[in-house]
């Protein structure tokens, strides 16, 4: 029992604040390093500069908690087995570890950065809110909204699936290729842009921003 308590003062205990600490320093230069990314590209126009628009209504995204607290567990877990490998000196361990423990810091700070926060109803665009960032679409170019929920067969092609909510670019059967930023498969809703993309949204009472999306489309 003593040694299990000294592992647990010693090890454990230190290597879950040092996680906490690393991720959150780490979301935050991600996300200085995305705002300051669009804005030197939008100063050197390689692009459009997006609408501005302010939300007049808004619904905040809610986002599932186990699968967060497992990538969390599983950073922590890895960085554990990292000062242990030192500890005792387990050199065939310690490049395992050490991978692992980047590729898991990377991907949490990626999921704190890009993750869904909210979607917004403004003047002109429907607004999509993450962590570190915003993305506007212009009504204009609105298609159709629908409340959907992603296939069964769904699967990410570039992202992070459950870490921070679910974002990046995904594919199924039914909706084709899509970007997702939604918390909750259940609150979802679908859009099809005149040009043939779709987003998969998601946000608390998603009925509610389809059917003010619709009345602005009419």
């Not at 497992?70 to 554990?80: A, D």
């Amino acid at each position: 029992m003593s040694e299990f308590l000294d592992t647990l003062t010693d090890v454990i205990l230190p290597t879950t604040i040092v996680s906490l600490l690393v991720m959150l320093a780490g979301a935050l230069a991600v996300r200085v390093a995305v705002k300051y990314y669009r804005h030197r590209k939008h100063e050197k126009m390689l692009y459009p500069i997006p609408v501005k628009d302010k939300a007049v209504f808004t619904k905040w995204v809610d986002t599932a908690w186990v699968p967060s607290l497992l990538y969390f567990l599983l950073e922590v877990g890895i960085l554990v087995i990292c000062v242990i490998a030192v500890k005792y000196r387990l050199d065939w361990l310690i490049p395992f570890a050490v991978t692992g423990l980047i590729a898991t810091i990377v991907i949490i700070m990626l999921c704190c950065a890009y993750g869904p926060w909210c979607i917004g109803i403004g003047s002109i665009s429907l607004i999509i809110r993450h962590n570190s960032c915003e993305d506007n679409i212009p009504y204009k170019e609105i298609e159709s909204v629908r409340l959907a929920t992603p296939a069964p067969d769904a699967r990410c092609t570039f992202g992070i699936p459950g870490c921070s909510g679910y974002w990046g670019t995904w594919h199924d059967s039914e909706h084709g290729t899509y970007t997702a930023c939604y918390g909750r498969r259940d609150q979802c809703f679908f859009v099809r842009l005149k040009d043939g993309r779709g987003y998969m949204l998601g946000c608390k009472d998603p009925s509610s921003i389809v059917d003010r999306l619709n009345d602005i489309l009419k």
